[in-house]
């Protein structure tokens, strides 16, 4: 009887020795998780004070570029409606620039069925045709 409890004393003791490596391991993965906790709330106050300072210098430009506006508007009241109009003519020689690189513009790229060699012939026909002529083939006098 006495070498029975002496067994299961032993027994008790290797489990009891397991189980506080156990709780030793768990409460140091618990604490692993909060400093990783902590660092991604650290982390996230750095991203959140970075976006802060980016909105602030973006407030500060646009800021910046209407008092220019305002300025200018200033200087140069009719100015305005230039710049839009300067505005609106480059977008337009832009477009037709980058289509032209192309063989054709936007609308002709688009267009199903057509090819680019009959659009490259339409817009060479188009340039060299006088104003308010033709460049219709059937149209054009014949030589």
């Keep these: 009887m ?3 409890n002496r067994e299961r004393a032993a027994d008790l003791r290797a489990r ?3 189980e506080s490596l156990a709780a030793r391991e768990q409460k140091a993965d618990a604490e ?3 400093a990783e906790a902590e660092k991604a709330r650290i982390e996230a106050d750095r991203i959140e004070q970075e976006a802060r300072r980016r909105a602030e210098e973006a ?3 646009r800021e910046e570029a209407e008092a220019h506006r ?3 508007a200033t200087l140069d009241p009719d100015g305005e409606r230039t710049d839009q109009a300067d505005h609106t003519d480059r977008a337009e ?3 037709w620039s980058q ?3 192309e063989g054709a513009g936007r609308r002709e790229r688009e267009a199903p069925g057509q090819d680019d060699s009959r659009l490259d012939d339409s817009l060479r026909d188009q340039r060299s045709v006088a104003p308010g ?3 219709d083939a059937d149209e054009r006098p014949r030589t």
Excluded: L, Q, V
């Design 70 to 72: 305002r300025e200018a």
């Design 2 to 4: 006495e070498r029975r």
């Design 93 to 95: 020689r832009d477009e």
């Design 32 to 34: 692993a998780a909060r």
């Design 133 to 135: 002529s033709s460049t």
């Design 16 to 18: 009891s020795e397991e």
């Design 99 to 101: 289509g032209s690189h």
């Design 59 to 61: 407030d500060r430009a």
